[in-house]
């Protein structure tokens, strides 16, 4: 996959091109029903297919946390067979952009004539581009329905809100895959690995985290899974892995998230605690049928 790392620069390109817009925080099914329409008309017109996304958030707040941190989206984008990525940072200049300077940069710049873009699609300086300005401007379009799960629309929006509330089965069932965290593994306390429950610990500074409890969980280390259980608070994640027993440090791990066991609780001493560690451990065994 081509990266370009402006809309401002002109490029000697040799075909039409055809594109998508957007940010794709999440990378849920709504989003891959509109680059898989984008890859089916290129290969179908013989265009060139672009996807547009940003560096950073296009809100007030670019230090906002997110489902997926920009390597990931860019990794998502091309597993789909996406050839050219245009990555852009959300700059004063690049925001103060009117909906037909930014169309007009694509064609220009890129030959970009053709658009698939969602439903609620907006684009140019206070998101005030919209299907009119592609009419307006000859460019050719499709538009996307947004998908619906449960009679429910999926949305990033949505799919956050389930996350702080520890609905990660239902978030799942929206992005098609399981919402994840990685991070290089680091020492923590050893409070676990003294009651018989030795732990991973990662930290993630640039997504959002789950509501804080215990979940039943799987854990990829080196491309190797294995089933785990992990307890999270708003600053540290803790995975108990089953089958593992080597802990070192300083290397990165992925646990996906599969379903809550319970909030987090306080107890009145260590005993306490290990008998509720020992009763998740049995909810996950019989989670996982071992």
């Known amino acids: 996959m081509k990266v370009y790392n402006t809309i401002f620069e002109r490029h000697d390109i040799k075909k039409e091109g055809i594109i998508s817009i957007g940010f794709f925080e999440s990378f849920h099914l709504g989003h891959q029903k509109i680059l898989n329409e984008l890859l089916r008309i290129s290969k179908e017109e013989k265009f060139e297919n672009y996807v547009l996304t940003y560096k950073n958030l296009p809100c007030k707040n670019p230090d906002k946390k997110t489902v997926l941190d920009l390597n990931t989206r860019i990794e998502f984008i091309k597993s789909l067979g996406i050839k050219n990525l245009i990555l852009c940072d959300y700059t004063p200049e690049f925001s103060s952009l009117l909906p037909d300077q930014f169309i007009n940069l694509l064609k220009i710049n890129f030959d970009i004539d053709d658009f698939v873009i969602g439903k609620d699609f907006n684009f140019g300086k206070d998101k005030a581009g919209n299907v009119n300005n592609l009419i307006k ?81 799987k854990t990829n280390i080196k491309e190797k899974e294995y089933f785990s259980m992990t307890y999270v608070d708003d600053k540290v994640v803790e995975t108990n892995l089953f089958g593992y027993n080597e802990f070192h440090y300083n290397f990165k791990i992925k646990v996906d998230f599969l379903k809550k066991i319970r909030d987090n609780a306080t107890f009145e001493n260590i005993q306490e605690l290990k008998k509720q560690i020992e009763r998740d451990l049995q909810t996950t065994k019989q989670y996982f049928g071992i």
């Open 137 to 217: 401007s000859n460019s050719n379009y499709s538009i996307i329905e947004p998908l619906y799960i449960d009679n429910e629309k999926v949305s990033t929006s949505l799919i956050k809100e389930l996350i702080f509330a520890g609905e990660v089965e239902k978030a799942n069932k929206f992005m098609g895959r399981n919402f994840f965290i990685e991070g290089i593994v680091n020492k923590g306390q050893q409070i676990g690995r003294t009651i018989g429950f030795p732990t991973m610990n990662i930290h993630n500074n640039d997504v959002i985290f789950p509501k804080a409890g215990t979940y039943i969980s």
